[in-house]
């Protein structure tokens, strides 16, 4: 059971340069999240899906792009890289019952842009 | 926009003694929880607490709730120098609906000294 995978764990992009970031999780979860996670700032929710085929935006989406045609995968795709991108990129699922429950998360992609 | 903040943003304590971290929100809640991020890892859930709730207990790790001062604590006792780590408090909106977003604050950064 490996929880939530993201990859790639390492990526340097020119400005300019497209990237697409993938989230899996194997623990059926509905509802998943990308976050952005700046020195000082916590984290920062980018867009979101609550399920196949749906996604919405966070706090801070401009810049990012998101599918969820897989139940278990959710993709981050930044279109047109730029240095404000550069960050510390974190997925996260849950599942959804009658209470809250916690989000479960990956280890992070550092992402830089030169 | 950030919804919680934290205080303190550092601690240095040495091993055996108590930390303590503070979270202040906003806005109505209908949940809080505590996360610990080790560095380079991703955030791992330690507590949650309902908004009905004032006071939850796990291990090492005590949980207050007041909703009327919107804010919280995380008490850990008799402290280890594995504790060492950020611990992020987050927050469930109301208003956020059944999506099971959450704001995340900016942390606090505990160093435990052997």
């Known amino acids: 059971n490996a929880g939530v995978t993201q990859t790639p764990k390492f990526r340097v992009l020119k400005t300019g340069q497209s990237m697409t970031l993938l989230c899996a999780q194997d623990m059926n979860h509905e509802y998943m999240y990308w976050y952005r996670q700046d020195p000082g700032m916590g984290l920062r929710l980018i867009h979101y899906?609550?399920?196949?085929?749906?996604?919405a935006k966070g706090e801070v989406p401009d810049g990012y792009n998101v599918s969820r045609l897989k139940k278990q995968n959710f993709l981050l795709g930044l279109e047109s890289a730029a240095p404000s991108q550069t960050s510390v990129y974190f997925c996260?699922?849950?599942?959804?019952?009658?209470?809250?429950?916690?989000?479960?998360f990956g280890d992070g992609t550092r992402l830089s842009i030169l | 926009s950030q919804q919680g903040e934290e205080d303190p943003q550092a601690l240095s304590i040495q091993e055996g003694e108590n930390a303590t971290m503070n979270c202040s929100y906003k806005?109505?809640?209908?949940?809080l929880q505590w996360y610990r991020q080790n560095s380079g890892r991703g955030l791992v859930h330690l507590i949650l607490?309902?908004?009905?709730?004032r006071e939850k207990h796990s291990g090492r790790l005590r949980v207050t709730l007041d909703t009327s001062k919107k804010s919280s604590s995380l008490l850990i006792t008799a402290s280890r120098a594995a504790d060492t780590a950020s611990y992020f408090c987050a927050t469930g909106e109301i208003s956020s609906g059944n999506t099971g977003k959450l704001i995340f604050g900016q942390g606090t950064t505990l160093q435990v000294k052997p």
């Open positions: 899906s609550v399920g196949e085929g749906t996604t």
């Open positions: 806005t109505s809640i209908n949940n």
């Open positions: 607490i309902r908004s009905n709730e």
């Open positions: 996260a699922s849950s599942y959804p019952r009658q209470f809250v429950q916690p989000q479960h």
